[in-house]
């Protein structure tokens, strides 16, 4: 069965696989980007996740859980990264954050100032908030997805969503920020 086209190959399975790519490679590279702060991390966890398509894909039965299948799997493989570093890291948080805010987000397509002032709060705040905003605000999705996708109760994600809003709208109102002190290279 061809997981993208319902049972009816149209592509070669290369051309599928290319095409599974064009379709979703920047929705999984900004979720990635949000979830780890560093383009190469993203980049290597989004690689990653069309890596595992790639061997398990075919076992996606309905082509429009695609999207919903490669989020999830980026965020399992997240998770799995961030145990790794936490392991292996002498690295405090803090220095984290810092030198990964001192990078910016230049891949980011839309350069637009308030959008860059809503990335960088988003990763200022706690994870448990930021991965259910990130799917609500930038993905589109509903809770429901994103309950499915992170693995929570539908409640949870409701919670979460609220208070992660809660603090954004405090952090956007609360401590306004130019372009000139956090994007200039």
């Not at 599974?20 to 990635?32: E, G, K, P, T, W």
């Not at 690689?47 to 799997?73: D, Y």
């Not at 891949?107 to 994870?127: G, H, W």
């Amino acid at each position: 069965m061809n997981p993208l086209h319902n049972g009816k190959p149209t592509f070669a399975p290369h051309e599928e696989f290319e095409d599974l790519v064009n379709r979703y490679y920047r929705d999984l590279y900004r979720f990635a980007i949000s979830l780890t702060r560093n383009e190469a991390d993203a980049a290597d966890l989004t690689q990653q996740t069309f890596f595992i398509w790639a061997n398990k894909g075919h076992q996606l039965r309905a082509a429009e859980n695609a999207k919903q299948w490669l989020l999830t799997t980026l965020y399992r493989e997240f998770l799995q990264l961030r145990r790794r570093q936490q392991r292996f890291s002498d690295e405090s948080a803090e220095s984290v954050i810092e030198r990964s805010s001192s990078n910016g987000n230049g891949a980011e397509p839309v350069s637009r100032t308030d959008v860059k002032t809503m990335l960088y709060y988003l990763n200022v705040i706690p994870e448990t908030f930021r991965a259910p905003l990130v799917l609500y605000f930038l993905e589109d999705l509903a809770y429901k997805e994103i309950a499915e996708i992170l693995e929570l109760p539908l409640g949870t994600v409701q919670s979460r969503i609220a208070r992660g809003k809660s603090q954004l709208f405090e952090l956007l109102n609360t401590s306004p920020l130019s372009s000139k002190e956090h994007y200039c290279g």
